[in-house]
């Protein structure tokens, strides 16, 4: 796929088709295309925990937090959870205290996000988490902190990417469900146009 429309498509879900299964296989793939991502001083401290069974879902899903800015909602819907997470881990004993490695997160997760779209899967990255839950209800190692947890699954979403209007860049739902994210426009985030 082209790789502009490959990053367009590449929105967060917030609601799932759960009767499509997504393999362990192919999560490992999406984890392959992030071990070989940028990794700053390529010291790699990111592990990860593959979750595509109910049986391990169900350990994550009430810790998630979706969609703060829409008041009311509550997401996913009933019956449109994601079908597999991934949790991305800060492995402490390689990464030292106080190094800039959210940086290595947001590149990690950006890679699986984009190389899911290109499998036809939506997926959303949950910052908004209980971390010590999902560190005891997974029983993790100490040395691994989860950072950053990635749902995934078939999206359903209908999602429309338009241009922040006097820089109002709340995302927002309209009548008939259709999610909004106004991006600021290219003129405002390049300075020296
Ligand atoms: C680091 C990070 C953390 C995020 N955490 C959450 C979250 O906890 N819950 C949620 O519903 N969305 C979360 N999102 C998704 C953002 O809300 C979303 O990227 C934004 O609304 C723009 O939509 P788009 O991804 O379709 O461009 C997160 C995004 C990023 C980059």
Known sequence: MDFGR??????????????????????????????????????????????????TNRLIRPHLRWAGRLKGLQLPREGEQPTAYIVILMDHEIAPRGGRFLIDVGIAAQTILLGAAEMGLG?????????????????????LEPVLVLALGKGLDQIVIEEAQSGEIAYWRDGEDVHHVPKRPLGELIVND
């Open 6 to 55: 490959l990053v367009c498509r590449s929105r967060s879900h917030r609601g799932f088709d759960e009767r499509h299964v997504i393999e362990r296989e192919t999560l490992r793939t999406l984890v392959g295309y992030a071990r070989l991502s940028p990794s700053s001083a390529n010291l790699q401290v990111l592990k990860y925990y593959l979750s595509n069974e109910e049986e």
């Open 123 to 143: 997926g959303c990255m949950i910052g908004a988490f209980d971390p010590d839950a999902v560190h005891g209800a997974l029983g993790l190692h100490e040395r």
